[in-house]
């Protein structure tokens, strides 16, 4: 039996920055997923018993016998899948020499941490069992659509799936949904992956990930909520790589400069996220109104967009996104950290697809990558697999 | 003798649109001019007595009989300089019919009102004396930089320098200022030719081309001021036209749907424009700090461009200014009404000739028409030639 699991990226509909000083910022799950496959190795299928991790976009295979993994986690006797526990100094140290023994390419070295984090859900999780997991995804890679997150949240919920921590039907045919409390399980499995590549996440790229839908946080409180719409995005990856704790660095230093008038953006972001998650949340029975809810939604994304560029996170080519689609009519908005990174522009239910096609072709030919996403769906999911 | 008058352009260096909302704004004049040349004819250079305009960026000359401007201006006996009046509706029908006349070619009708505030302050100032007045301008027309003001500054100055109400030494060498009561009757006078050209002017234009500086202007008070530091501004014309009235009805409708937000965003470019007041104003002694000063005022000119975004009031135009100029990293705004028109961007003191170059290069390459600009010198100011 094969157990796949995907789980799906994230966007920030609005609030950025403005989190980091007390704003409301609100998150959503978007239908570009990361996929994992698990598979246990019968004792027949390998000479020596290994563990294989397949990234396919990557084009990366790395394979370790059990024994060397069992060394590496000498204390542990039982695995305790339902008890998440952040990885040891030690066992940390341990991991690191696996990794570092794998001579990862320099221009893919990026993905030591996402091994890193694969070998401690594994082995917590799975204890050391022989088995080939398989990765693949949707998402680009350090773009701020949640990637790392993602993978983090479809691993542990295939590693979960198989435990008796969580009791699906395996006969189920197609995905399925996990109940809350696995879900939490799942989730602050994730958030232990998340750790371990990120350092110190916010908790919020697993969350969405994992339950999916909307997001809405503010100091620190997450509070989860369902859309009554949906809403297409167009996702504009600028490729131009960012430095997050710089850019927030950044906004902080203006707001010391400006006391005043910062505090008065950062006000009035937090307004525009509360306006919209009660845009998102109110009923749209006729397609009138789904049109005006586009409307006020496409308004609250150019106006977080402003703010924004007043906290100065903007980039060159985030304005040439921004000016193409302007042509069009379309509203969009940096989503996640600015300064490169991706673009959201609304696509209007109403819009033609010859439009699209148009805008896609512009953005494409400066170079950028398009993708077009639904906001707001169902968090991961699992599938079984049986073969004939 | 020849008196020739000159009046700068003004732009709005913060708080434009927010103004309207109760917010503070700044606006400062740029020593770019309109010139007027006024010339009374002797008896002898005349077979008829007429007065003749001349428009020398038009290319348009026109000449009225004197006969039949007196006849226009019935109940005028004696002007009344030193008591600025409005046009009467009569008085404003008569004047038309003369304008009328003069069979302005189409592309250049929009010049008819300026010819109405012409013969207006002509006649309430100097009566019916035969005279040529020759108008040339460095001002873009209707562009947001204040021509019209300008213009009726330019010619209020040259009409009063040669009456009772003004002492000046005539046998003065070059540009030679106003006394304060006298810029208050130039300034009263000139707001009475912008009612004819544009129905119902701030009066923020007129005041800042007559007293020059800075002008700092809420809730319909303003306040001036001089600044302590010499801004350099490249001005460019992205040469789309605008209709201020729907951008403004914009923001309002705008503000009617997302009070909470709006709000807020007024405040962050109230805050902007006392800041920036505060900056202009505070002492400067060293190059460095210059440097410093420059990087506050390009920071606030940034910050205030965000929340003119999030007002809706930018363009695709804009938005290649912006691109452009941030790949340079030089800060820019767009002043005025936006929707098209003129966009500002701080050159410091210290950026080489070479990026200046460039930057106009590449922004001349877009279609557009740049300018370089001193922020906040001299208002209007009178010369008198003698010819030898």
Redesign the interface.
């Known amino acids: 039996m094969e157990v796949k699991a995907r789980a799906p990226g994230k966007i920030i509909l609005a609030g950025e920055h403005a989190v980091v000083h007390g704003s409301t910022a609100v998150a959503s799950s978007i239908d570009l997923y990361t996929y994992v496959s698990l598979r246990f190795s019968t004792p027949s299928s390998d000479n020596v018993e290994s563990l294989r991790l397949q990234l396919n976009d990557a084009a990366l295979e790395f394979s370790w016998p059990i024994s060397r993994i069992r060394d590496a986690f000498p204390e542990s006797v039982a695995p305790l899948f339902s008890k998440p526990t952040s990885c040891s100094v030690e066992c940390a140290r341990s991991i690191a020499a696996l990794v570092e023994d794998l001579n990862i390419p320099e221009a893919k070295i990026g993905l030591a941490s996402g091994v890193s984090a694969f070998l401690w859900l594994y082995s917590s999780i799975q204890g050391f069992k022989p088995a080939t997991v398989v990765i693949s995804s949707e998402l680009p890679l350090g773009s701020g659509l949640g990637s790392s997150a993602a993978f983090c949240v479809a691993l542990a919920a295939a590693l979960l799936a198989v435990t008796d921590s969580v009791s699906l039907d395996v006969n189920h045919q197609g995905w399925v949904s996990f109940g809350e409390k696995e879900l939490d399980l799942v989730n602050k499995w994730a958030f232990e992956g998340e750790k371990i590549i990120h350092g110190k996440p916010s908790g919020i790229d697993n969350s969405v990930s994992a339950y999916g839908n909307i997001i809405s946080f503010k100091s620190g409180n997450l509070t989860r909520m369902k859309a009554n719409t949906s809403l297409k995005m167009l996702i504009t990856n600028t490729k131009v790589g960012r430095n997050t704790k710089a850019l927030v660095a950044g906004v902080s230093e ?1 707001m010391m ?2 006391q ?3 505090a ?2 950062f ?3 937090d ?2 996220s ?2 919209l998650t009660t845009t998102l949340q109110s009923p749209t029975p006729d397609e009138l109104s789904v049109t005006e809810m586009e409307e ?1 939604v496409g ?2 994304m ?11 996170v ?3 080519t985030i ?2 996104v ?2 193409t689609t ?2 069009y009519k379309l509203a969009s908005k940096l989503t996640g950290a600015g300064g490169g990174g991706c673009v959201l522009t609304l696509l209007p239910t109403l819009l033609s697809g010859t439009v699209v096609d148009k805008v896609i072709a512009e953005l494409e030919s400066s170079g950028f990558q398009c993708f077009i996403a639904g906001v707001g769906g169902n968090g991961v999911e699992i599938s079984f697999e049986h073969s004939s």
């Open positions: 203006r400069r400006h005043d008038a910062m008065f953006v006000s009035a972001v307004s525009i509360k306006e006020k308004e609250l150019e106006m977080n967009q402003g703010l924004l560029q007043s906290m100065g903007s980039h060159a304005e040439t921004l000016r302007l042509k």
